[in-house]
Every structure is written in structure tokens, then in C-alpha cells.
T-cell receptor, first 116, second 118 residues
Framework: DAGVIQSPRHEVTEMGQEVTLRCKPI?????LFWYRQTMMRGLELLIY????????DSGMPEDRFSAKMPNASFSTLKIQPSEPRDSAVYFC??????????????FGEGSWLTVV | KQEVTQIPAALSVPEGENLVLNCSFTDSAIYNLQWFRQDPGKGLTSLLLIQSSQREQTSGRLNASLDKSSGRSTLYIAASQPGDSATYLCAVTTLLRVRDNYGQNFVFGPGTRLSVLP
């Protein structure tokens, strides 16, 4: 399997523009997570889905952020309008349900967002 | 609220040394604990996963221990190599009720930045 695939890898955008980050989880994984990593706050869970349904979005910073998972193989995280403080690395991760080794969570390589 | 801390924040050792990284968490009601490695510009790679009922896990030169009652985990790296240089993060998983579902909450520590000098 190719692993968790994220796009774009790098994006530089102007304040006020809409940003859409994309994620393809590992096939067969029914949990999908969106994380944000910054130097100041470390890794923060933004939202996660189970079987395409959002389970916990309490980490989404504000209404400018939204996430969707229209099917089992695709998810988006959208920021509209973007602000400089949104600059961070956004990671998507997935895992399979079950116990033991299935608890291992797999991360994509991240989308590096810079808002100027 | 679960909080995870890691000590030290950074560590530099000569090649060949054995070393220990520490992780502490405030709520002992965890489901499991994982250690991850993150290389610069990359995502996180899971190294070891310890279920709450286990006390340790081993993979090659890595050994992770878990003491749930005291809220601590250690990652032991034997015979360190320059290729071990990376940031190591621990993450604890707790179960929580969200609306009408039970979900899992993952809380990451800030990481320990390790440099192994040749």
C-alpha cells in the first residue's frame, strides 16, 4: 500500500484566500484524523472521522475550518478565509478499527501551509 | 484533561551510547501508549505500541516500558547510531464519549529531539 497520501505537500497562499488540503487514507482503514503541528503548540488533533462520519471536531479552531469525508478514500480540510496564524504543517492519519496492532496509526507526510 | 510531557526536550549523545527518553501523562486511564519517530520534513512513523495491560514492548534496539499507575513511559534505545537522529514523540490514547459515540482521543507529547553524533 502507498500509505496515507496528502496533497499539496507545500502551499503558500495570501491571507484571505481559501485553502483546501486533501487526504487519501490507507485502503481499508475506517478512522481518519486531521492534525496540525506548530512549534508553539506541538501536534493537535483537529477532527477525526469513523466510517466517513465526523466523531469529534472539538479541536477545530474556529468556523473558518471545515472538514469533509465524502467517501472512504478521500477527505478534505478547508480553511476559508486563511490567516497567517494558520501557517503550520497539517497531517492526515488513518488507522483500522480493532485492537492490538490495528491500533497503530499511520501518518501522511504532511501539507506545509504558509499564509502570508 | 490529559496532558503529556516529555523530558528532555533535546538530547545529544555520541554514537554507541544507550539512552532513555521519558514520557509522562497526567491521566492514568489510558487505552494505549505509542512512541513515534519524526524526521525533519516528514510525517510520524509508529515505533512501538503498548496496550494498557502491557508493561513493555521491544523492537530491535528499542524497548518501551509503561507504568500506568505512575503515568510514565520510557523509550530505551540501545547502541545509538547517527541514523537514530530524529524527534521522538509519545502519544496516549484515551477512550471518551463524544455525543452518542465512544471515540478515541490521542494526545501527543511535545517530543524529544535526539542527535546522535558520529
Amino acid at each position: 500500500d502507498a500509505g496515507v497520501i496528502q496533497s499539496p505537500r507545500h502551499e503558500v497562499t495570501e491571507m484571505g484566500q481559501e485553502v483546501t488540503l486533501r487526504c487519501k487514507p490507507i485502503s481499508g482503514h475506517d478512522y481518519l484524523f486531521w492534525y496540525r503541528q506548530t512549534m508553539m503548540r506541538g501536534l493537535e488533533l483537529l477532527i477525526y472521522f469513523n466510517n466517513n462520519v465526523p466523531i469529534d471536531d472539538s479541536g477545530m479552531p474556529e468556523d473558518r475550518f471545515s472538514a469533509k469525508m465524502p467517501n472512504a478514500s478521500f477527505s478534505t480540510l478547508k480553511i476559508q478565509p486563511s490567516e497567517p496564524r494558520d501557517s503550520a504543517v497539517y497531517f492526515c492519519a488513518s488507522r483500522a478499527s480493532g485492537t492490538g496492532i490495528f491500533d497503530t496509526i499511520y501518518f501522511g507526510e504532511g501539507s506545509w501551509l504558509t499564509v502570508v | 484533561k490529559q496532558e503529556v510531557t516529555q523530558i528532555p526536550a533535546a538530547l545529544s549523545v555520541p554514537e554507541g551510547e544507550n539512552l532513555v527518553l521519558n514520557c509522562s501523562f497526567t491521566d492514568s486511564a489510558i487505552y494505549n501508549l505509542q512512541w513515534f519517530r519524526q524526521d525533519p520534513g516528514k510525517g510520524l512513523t509508529s515505533l512501538l505500541l503498548i496496550q494498557s495491560s502491557q508493561r513493555e514492548q521491544t523492537s530491535g534496539r528499542l524497548n518501551a516500558s509503561l507504568d500506568k499507575s505512575s503515568g510514565r513511559s520510557t523509550l530505551y534505545i540501545a547502541a545509538s547510531q547517527p541514523g537514530d537522529s530524529a524527534t521522538y514523540l509519545c502519544a496516549v490514547t484515551t477512550l471518551l464519549r463524544v455525543r452518542d459515540n465512544y471515540g478515541q482521543n490521542f494526545v501527543f507529547g511535545p517530543g524529544t529531539r535526539l542527535s546522535v553524533l558520529p
